[in-house]
């Protein structure tokens, strides 16, 4: 059963690292493909040409999340606080799916579309920022996961000062779709190491 239960969470890691790699990958793509966009939020590059792959992008994220959720319930860390963190992760997951299906409005009026995908970014930003809080706080306890606290933390530290400058940037109208890439970065990065750490987790374990 113990074995079972490791190569499932190895799977799930495995998939998770894909799915954000390719996150970040069409992230970049997208400012080769749309040059004239690197002044816009990122979620603009899912309107217009090429807009599938901006798509594909939130759908990998969402997947990611998805497989980092499982493989966390099944191989991360058991305090409440962490428990409550994973389940953040699942409300990312399903956000993330909304800001696929819904658009969001690169010019006004602002459309019904539109609005849902706002209102998914605003449940998107604050769910990630509280996960990856709890989490990083968790990964205190258990012997495997102590020695990646101090990572986790400082990715979680990078997500917090992205947070602090979109927001600011986007109340001053002033660099707020760089401080909006960096804040993505920061999430991606934080899902990225942490899915690599799970799968190191998972890997010590199948050896013993």
Known sequence: MKDSKTTSSTLFATTAIACFAYGALALLMMHVLRPEYANHMVSDYAVGRYGWVMTTCFLAMSIGCVMLLLGLLRSGPSSAVARLGTFLLGIVSVGLVISAIFPTDVKRPVTHSGYIHFISFLVNVGSILLAAMLLSAG?????????????????????????????????????????????????????????????????DSARE
């Open 139 to 203: 990964f205190r306890s258990p012997p495997r996961w102590r020695t990646y606290q101090r990572t986790a933390v400082a990715l979680t530290l990078l997500i917090v000062l992205g947070f602090g400058l979109q927001f600011f940037t986007i109340v001053w109208r002033w660099h707020y779709a760089l401080a909006n890439r960096f804040f993505i970065m920061a999430v991606l990065a934080w899902m990225f190491v942490t899915s690599i750490r799970l799968r190191a987790v998972t890997t």
